[in-house]
């Protein structure tokens, strides 16, 4: 089955910095990639997805890129503000399956 | 706003009793959801996928007696943790995959439902 790494465990940046966080996966046949920001206590909010057939996509200040060869795809956050403080989850999956979830990321972001 | 809604938030019971948790789609259809269980600090743990009209199927591990889903609709599937106790305390969350044009699908998630077994 899917597996997927997630790196690092806890990012700690400086207001107005950008952040950077990297995902692996295992399956040559997923095709999509979701990330999640969750805050405590609620539910995983969907912030930006990529799919196979696109190396890069963007939304404002954030983006997501996607290196099939390697199988592995990043979110960049810039301009970073307290708000983004929160716990940002990758996954991966094929089309309408299951998806499979990176360990999460702690990011805090410091005024 | 929110495209999946759960019932309750919150819920607290009494060990050996049975909960039953709500997860349904609010301006769409989902003949599939997904429920998930989370622990503190950890990530989303996949516990079984509902079909509409069929049985879920779960996954490895996971005591399908113990975790009791329907998906009485095109717009709602239920969670019943049948004798509930303290380990089953957790964070339960939902999802479903809407249709976001060509082959695709985007899948959203519920608030979650914190479940605390005494």
């Known amino acids: 089955g899917e597996n997927v790494e997630q790196h690092p465990s806890t990012l700690s940046v400086q207001e107005g910095d950008s952040a950077v966080i990297k995902c692996t996966y295992s399956?040559?046949?997923?095709?999509?990639f979701p990330w999640y920001k969750q805050e405590l206590g609620k539910g995983p909010q969907l912030i930006i997805d990529?799919?196979?057939?696109?190396g890069e996509k963007k939304d404002q200040r954030i983006a997501v890129t996607l290196n099939k060869t390697a199988k592995h795809f990043s979110l960049h956050i810039t301009e970073t503000q307290p708000e983004d403080s929160a716990v940002y989850f990758c996954?991966?999956?094929?089309?309408?399956?299951?998806?499979?979830f990176g360990a999460g990321t702690q990011v805090v972001v410091t005024p | 706003g929110a495209v999946v809604s759960q019932h309750p938030s919150r819920v607290i019971c009494k060990s050996g009793t049975s909960v039953k948790i709500e997860c349904r789609s609010l301006?769409?259809?989902?003949?599939?959801m997904f429920w998930y269980r989370q622990f503190p600090k950890q990530s989303l743990m996949l516990m079984a996928t509902?079909?509409?009209?069929?049985?879920?199927?779960?996954e490895q591990g996971v005591e399908k007696d113990k975790f009791l889903i329907n998906h009485a609709s095109l717009t709602l599937s239920t969670l019943t943790v049948t004798s509930a106790h303290p380990e089953d305390s957790s964070f339960y969350i939902c999802?479903?995959?809407?249709?976001?044009?060509?082959?695709?699908?985007?899948?959203?998630f519920g608030p979650g439902t914190r479940l605390t077994v005494t």
């Open positions: 999802s479903a995959p809407r249709a976001s044009g060509g082959s695709g699908s985007e899948q959203y």
């Open positions: 990529i799919r196979s057939n696109v």
């Open positions: 996954a991966a999956s094929k089309s309408w399956g299951k998806l499979q």
């Open positions: 301006d769409f259809q989902a003949t599939t």
């Open positions: 509902s079909n509409e009209g069929s049985k879920a199927t779960y």
């Open positions: 399956d040559s046949a997923s095709n999509y």
